[in-house]
Nanobody, 114 residues
Framework: VQLQASGGGLVQAGGSLRLSCAAS????????FSWYRQAPGSRRKLVAA???????NYADSVKGRFTISRDTAKNTVYLQMDSLKPEDTAVYYC?????????WGQGTQVTVSS
């Protein structure tokens, strides 16, 4: 499974960005897709996840502002980020999980200026 993340950039506080994660390879048995983020000096943390059944969950810090979705026809997972705050600044990673296996894409930098 290969994951290609894109869509990061520099945005002012209050703005929006949409991250994309294009999946390829043997993705038929993937159970869930997730977005994680890692700020400098911090550990990687879960932001949002979506199962193949469409169930979603979010970190408390992004609830009501971020939306994870999946386009199965395009094999792409999105993270719509609205009302961005400076504390959302981080490298964002997408991850696909199959049982105990995890597949990670490269990160995409999101910087929110105040």
């Amino acid at each position: 499974v290969q994951l290609q993340a894109s869509g990061g950039g520099l945005v002012q506080a209050g703005g929006s960005l949409r991250l994309s994660c294009a999946a390829s390879g043997n993705i038929g048995s993937i159970n869930a897709f997730s977005w994680y983020r890692q700020a400098p000096g911090s550990r990687r943390k879960l932001v949002a996840a979506i199962t193949t059944g469409g169930n979603t969950n979010y970190a408390d810090s992004v609830k009501g502002r971020f939306t994870i979705s999946r386009d199965t026809a395009k094999n792409t997972v999105y993270l719509q980020m609205d009302s961005l705050k400076p504390e959302d600044t981080a490298v964002y990673y997408c991850m696909a999980s199959r049982l105990s296996y995890e597949y990670w894409g490269q990160g995409t930098q999101v910087t929110v200026s105040s």
